[in-house]
């Protein structure tokens, strides 16, 4: 069982940054493999990141490479997402979860997270 609660997100311009948080609890954190996704209003949730359990393999949409960085610290049962060059097509409201395998599929992942909502302002 993983219990994950994300953070960080917040309103910012155009161009900006923010760092999204992820805490788990529960004792197999580190070896499930972890994702973000994103649901925008009156959109479809959709995947943005994935990360295996140590960090080896990460995959990134594209809309998102190149700007966005997933990572973990298994230590501190965090998973992150790095949002760099912000663009008012990124607003949402991003949610983690945990899979057993990376995966770009919700149906992939047991475990999730209640979302943390990022506006980006043009």
């Known amino acids: 069982q993983v219990q994950l609660v994300e953070s960080g997100g917040g309103l910012v311009q155009a161009g900006g940054s923010l760092r999204l948080s992820c805490a788990a609890s529960?004792?197999?954190?580190?070896?499930?493999?972890m994702g973000w996704f994103r649901q925008a209003p009156g959109e479809e949730r959709e995947f943005v990141a994935t990360?295996?359990?140590?960090?080896?393999?990460?995959h990134y949409t594209t809309s998102v490479e190149g700007r966005f960085t997933i990572s973990r610290d298994n230590a501190k049962n965090t998973v992150y997402l790095q949002m760099n060059n912000l663009k008012p097509e990124d607003t949402a409201v991003y949610y983690c979860?945990?899979?057993?395998?990376?995966?770009?599929?919700?149906?992939?992942?047991?475990?999730w997270g209640q979302g943390t909502p990022v506006t980006v302002s043009s």
């Open positions: 529960g004792r197999s954190f580190s070896t499930h493999a």
């Open positions: 990360i295996s359990w140590n960090g080896d393999i990460t």
């Open positions: 979860a945990a899979a057993l395998i990376p995966s770009v599929g919700l149906a992939g992942y047991d475990y």
